[in-house]
């Protein structure tokens, strides 16, 4: 049976708080305590001002509560430690919004209450969304929205081809399509293979759609998709830019229009409506066929534990404001997400027929931290970025950058 919020806090915080300050006065430059009547609120998307659509639906969720709020937008990578050294002084906001697999490291360090705890009704999430919020058997919290991966595909070039889209279902009909594109004249496939997480990100949908699990690195469907990316760079379907590629630059190749495809997210949406040419959407395929489970990105909504419990009423209220049917159709749209329930995923497709593929991609895709992972990821997330590169670049073998990747993860886990 697991321990209080109260109890996880006092045992779990000492040594995440150790890594997370650097400097004997880091605690000192915490955020201040608040006015008690004001519920805080912090979240990643400091590119909203307060004039914002975003921050108008807090301060509306806030009135209905019957409250006022006080927001604060961090940078995604300053927003972990900030609330570490918030909750070392007591002092934590009474709502969280975090990057999905940041939520078990808080959750493993005390600083979040369960839903179990916080009453949040988490019954309409779908369940593949919500385990990336869960960790030892407990839910963390509610993801406001997800976004995850998919081929984006110029049809110019792969008309030129002769190569129909739909006709894009495993790993060998893919492979066979770049053939064409490279004959014809076109350039095959784009993505972001960079020694960083943005690098596993991308990795994974080719990993898990070989069959592969993160336990074992170096199993023959591991082996396999790593195979898949180093023949395409070896016969010249993919560029050697993708080692030092980020989303961002894998994407800026593709809007050159040269690319048949490029494997990106709900995120390019809208620079692919100002691309030039015409696009489509399909899902990654697995390798037998299907979609392949891509990772989902996004973030949760989570009520860390305040000193003062009868603050969490109110904070539920807040909550389940921002996540209801209503306002989650509201939230996906400024966000460009993917509903994290059913019942609005439909009014999504309802409203843009385009979204449809991306539902289908969000309905099969995993939490990078699921499977009980927890903080075991990232310690497994490096090594295998790690493999990647090497197999890309030709240093080393497929299956010995993988065996020395799984040692490695192995060794860092136990």
């Known amino acids: 049976m697991r321990s209080s919020a109260s109890g996880r806090l006092a045992t779990g915080l000492a040594l995440a708080l150790l890594a997370a300050c650097s400097t004997p006065s880091a605690v000192e430059e915490a955020p201040s305590a608040t006015a008690a009547a004001a519920y805080t609120i912090w979240d990643p998307y400091p590119?909203?001002?307060?004039?914002?659509e975003w921050v108008r639906l807090l301060e509306a969720c806030g009135a209905q509560a019957g409250v006022g709020v006080e927001r604060t937008g961090y940078d995604t990578s300053d927003l972990t430690n900030k609330v570490l050294l918030a909750a070392q002084q007591g002092n934590s906001p009474d709502v969280l919004?975090?990057?999905?697999?940041?939520?078990?490291?808080?959750?493993?360090?005390?600083?979040?209450t369960t839903t179990t705890e916080n009453r949040l009704d988490v019954s309409a999430v779908s369940p593949n969304l919500l385990g990336a919020g869960q960790s030892g058997g407990e839910t963390f919290g509610v993801p406001i929205g997800a976004n995850t991966l998919a081929l984006y595909y110029n049809k110019d070039v792969l008309d030129k081809a002769g190569v129909d889209p739909a006709s894009i279902t495993d790993w060998a009909t893919l492979t066979a399509a770049l053939e064409k594109v490279t004959k014809s004249g076109g350039k095959g496939i784009t993505f972001s293979a960079i020694g960083t997480e943005e690098g596993s990100f991308q990795f994974l949908p080719w990993f898990w759609g070989a069959g592969a699990n993160l336990t074992k690195l170096d199993s023959p469907e591991g082996v396999a998709a790593v195979t898949l990316w180093a023949d395409w760079l070896k016969?010249?379907?993919?560029?050697n830019s993708v080692i030092t590629n980020t989303q961002t630059t894998s994407w800026q190749e593709f809007a050159t229009g040269d690319y048949a495809f490029a494997e990106n997210g709900t995120w390019q949406l809208a620079n692919a409506e100002k691309a030039g040419f015409p696009y489509g959407v399909i899902p990654i395929p697995a390798r037998t066929g299907g979609p392949a489970p891509a990772p989902t990105g996004g973030e949760f909504v989570a009520i860390p534990v305040q000193q003062d419990t009868g603050r969490y009423a109110t904070s539920q209220k807040l909550v389940a404001c921002l996540t209801n049917d209503e306002n989650s159709l509201k939230t996906t749209t400024t966000l460009s997400y993917i509903a994290p329930t059913e019942a609005v995923q439909r009014q999504q497709v309802a409203a843009d027929a385009k979204l449809a593929v991306w539902v289908e991609a969000v309905k099969v895709a995993k939490g990078r931290t699921g499977d009980d992972l927890g903080t075991k990821y990232p310690k497994i997330s490096e090594p295998m970025w790690g493999a990647v590169q090497a197999a890309l670049s030709s240093s080393k073998p497929p299956q010995e950058a993988m065996t020395e990747a799984q040692r490695a993860a192995a060794s860092a886990t136990q």
């Open 235 to 239: 016969k010249g379907y993919a560029p």
């Open 97 to 112: 919004i975090v990057d999905n697999p940041v939520v078990s490291t808080l959750a493993e360090a005390g600083v979040l």
């Open 47 to 52: 590119q909203y001002d307060t004039g914002s």
